[in-house]
């Protein structure tokens, strides 16, 4: 016993004789203290990735409310129960602290890396900034007015709310100024690019397609700013499918695309084909069908096909059409921004007279077009879609915002939170909440509990500036 004792005393002198205070002790040998910018960067590339391609019910229902899908069993998001499930406070906060604390974390390490030349440097926060100024725009598009100026500050813990006008005007400078700053002659994120793999002219192409994105967003609140901004965009956005910015996912988890997540490892079989979108894509002949969709079994028609089910209502799975086995593969890509949206965006700006090359039905065909090769047609299928008057840019619709607006609900399926937010700017199709709906149908999401209790006065302030904080109150962008 007394060598014991010994021994143990003098193994804590000589543990105590190693470190300057007791804290020491806490310090884990194994775990990082420092890492590199770039690798919040790619934290935030996979956050956001994750948070608008998802259909997981506790963040991102917008493929229900788009009505791609209805539920099975439960259907609390088909008719907008958005707070049982915090819905609105789990997208609000994987925006701010998942990805944009992650984006100033990031810049801010940049900035004192030593080891980083000055145009490397600029490279690593002009794509640090494009990724803030799209997760900004998104939530000014969820819920309006949202802490910006004084956000992500940790002296400002109750930080005021910014106009969301405002918000966007200075975004635009916030994209300019990146735009600016990125140079092809030095490297950039590298590796840690998870969407470009360090790409700096693909880089460019994203900028500049958010920017006419964010231009024609709001082009019925600003008309002429909308159209001084898409006019600078003009050759330098996306040109193909090959640039879409998108983030392909890995095999095994953590790393898995979150569809093949909640279709498949998740055991449940919660989502059908909606008869909203499913009709739409029958009367069409809509060569998409069997990417979205499987058909449903001969039990259940003798014919085969699609079948929608009802929103608003359970529906027995194996009566409809699944999700189709596309979406099962883990390394499916996420997309934030495509080519055929793109072209969508051009061909709408044509219609509004913008100097922008081509034609409205040259860009309306490239966006189809587009489409339909992404999700596996041919360009045969493409042709022969276009060709029936339903389609055809001519003869699909009595306006612009109808005939797009329906292709472009379509084109989406695979980012129902642009979808969403383009199913509200241009009114097509028209979504009828169902008929067991527990409100309006939502044109934003209502601010999080948390900030009512814990951001009061702010919050209570930028209700009122917005017109009240229900889900049927519309954004400013939001005129018609």
Sequence with gaps: MKKTLIFCSALLFSATSCVDSLTD?????????????????????????RLVTSTSVNN??????????AETTYFDEDIYD??????????????????????QEANRLIDSDALLSAKVKANQK?????????????LVNTFGNVPYSDALDFNKPRPKYDDGAAIYTALFLRLDAALAALDNSAEGLGSADLIYSG???????????????????????????????????????????????DLTFENSPPNTNPLFEQLVLSGRNDFVGAATFVNRLNTLNDPRRAYFFEEVSATVSPTGGYRGGTTGQGNTYSS????????????????LLSYPEVEFLLAEAKARTYTIPGTIESHYNAAVT???????????????YLAQPTVAYATAGTTYK???????????????????????????????????????????????????????????????????????????????
């Excluded at 991102?60 to 899908?69: G, I, S």
């Excluded at 406070?89 to 944009?100: K, M, S």
């Excluded at 794509?127 to 725009?137: G, K, N």
């Design 25 to 49: 002790y806490n310090v884990d040998p194994k775990s990082a203290t420092k890492v590199a910018g770039a690798t919040l960067v790619s934290s935030a590339e996979r956050s956001l990735t």
């Design 126 to 138: 002009a794509c640090s900034e494009i990724l803030s100024v799209y997760a900004y725009s998104t």
């Design 320 to 335: 409809f059409s699944a999700p189709g086995v596309a979406l099962e593969d883990p390394t499916l890509p996420g997309v």
């Design 82 to 103: 958005i707070e049982t499930r915090t819905i609105n406070r789990n997208f609000w906060d994987g925006t701010y602290t998942d990805v944009l604390a992650d984006l």
């Design 370 to 384: 587009a489409s339909i090769l992404h999700f596996d047609g041919s360009a045969a299928d493409a042709a022969a």
């Design 199 to 245: 790409d700096i002219d693909h880089w460019k192409q994203f900028g500049n397609s958010l920017k006419l994105r964010m231009a024609l967003t709001i082009a019925d609140s600003d008309p002429a700013k909308s159209k001084t901004v898409a006019e600078q965009t003009v050759s330098k956005v996306f040109a193909s499918n090959a640039d879409n910015a």
């Design 402 to 480: 109808g005939r797009i607006g329906v292709q472009k609900w379509i084109a989406l399926y695979d980012q129902p939170v642009e979808s969403y937010k383009e199913v509200r700017r241009l009114d097509s199709p028209r979504i009828i909440a169902p008929a067991s709906a527990l409100s309006v149908f939502p044109v934003r999401f209502p601010y999080p509990t948390t900030e009512k209790s814990l951001n009061s006065a702010n919050n209570s302030a930028a209700a009122a500036a917005i017109g009240g904080d229900v889900v049927g109150t519309k954004l400013f962008w939001d005129k018609f």
């Design 60 to 69: 991102n229902p917008f493929r229900l409310y788009v009505q791609y899908w």
